[in-house]
């Protein structure tokens, strides 16, 4: 079931598992949980709330449900909200129910990753209605600014907020850097090269004059990078391609000014702090004690 919902967001279901597996390890790698175990019997079953503390756009309920899967399978989650969905302060995300040393052994496993992965598809819809203001066609995309060992989540959460991806490897396209086109000789050099070598993966090249934007254009590349440019450099790009290729601009980008930039024409705005650098979104578990729920034991005095 959890493994359907992951292939449905388009989430690779060993790849998830391998990211919890690491993250349980580090909490549960010289023993249990002992808080847990020494203040709550084990048969004790009981109800918590996922909720957010700031309003943001959440990203990672699914992996969420991963985890508590993988540490209780009798734990029963009732989704409140969705991927994808803006959320406001005190919104109740998702209800677990279940036995409670599980659903506490897995809580800062689920955080850890919800807070994260929601904080990234925050800032992206943050830059996605910026860009939207300037053209409706323009898109925001990350880059391979990742952590280590998380970049297909962190990808699945910039969709979640509206973005969209780049390549998500080395091997999947081609983009030619300026180190490329120094090794090689020229923008057009490298191009051909890439393009025998690779003749059917897509190829991108990072421009950083207009004069190597034309000679890109000349050699046939699809996509173009205006790396640092102007936003009169950039509508400069723009007519002179002609819409024979499509532009992404990249390099030190602001969201302040990103409606702007989109209006330049290009079609993209390439954004390494979607990834890098957003902030967590704050949300916490609260445990709920119905009446028909017994409350956790307390040590006594003395």
Known sequence: M????????????????????????????????????????????????????????????????AVFAEVGPQIAVEHKAVDGDRVEAAQVLMTVQG????????????????THLSGIASVTRLWADAVAQGAERARVRDTRKTLPGLRALEK?????????????????????????????GSV??????????????????????LEQVAEAVEAGAGLILLDNFSLEQMRSA???VAGRAFLEASGGLRLE?????????????????????????DIGLDLVAPADYPTPRRPEAG
């Not at 036995?99 to 919800?114: D, H, K, S, Y």
């Not at 699945?156 to 090689?184: P, Q």
């Not at 000014?257 to 979607?274: I, P, R």
């Open 99 to 114: 036995p409670l040393q599980a659903i506490l052994t897995a809580e800062r496993t689920v955080l850890n990753l919800l």
């Open 238 to 240: 723009v007519e002179l």
């Open 156 to 184: 699945y959460a910039v969709r979640a907020g509206g973005g969209v991806n780049h390549r998500m490897s080395l091997g999947d396209a081609a983009l030619i850097k300026d180190n490329h086109v120094a090794a090689a």
């Open 2 to 65: 959890i493994e359907e919902k992951l292939l449905c967001a388009g989430l690779d279901p060993a790849d998830v598992r391998r990211v919890i597996e690491t993250a349980l390890a580090e909490d549960l790698s010289v023993g249990p949980d002992v808080t847990t175990l020494a203040t709550i019997p084990p048969d004790m079953a009981g109800r918590a709330d996922v909720v957010a503390r700031s309003a943001g756009v959440v990203a990672g309920l699914v992996v969420a449900e």
């Open 188 to 209: 057009k050099a490298a191009y051909e090269a890439v393009r025998a070598t690779a003749p059917d993966l897509p190829i991108e090249v990072e421009c950083d004059t």
């Open 257 to 281: 000014q990103a409606s702007a930039v989109a209006a330049t024409g290009v079609d993209f705005l390439s954004v390494g702090a979607l990834t890098h650098s957003a902030p967590a979104l």
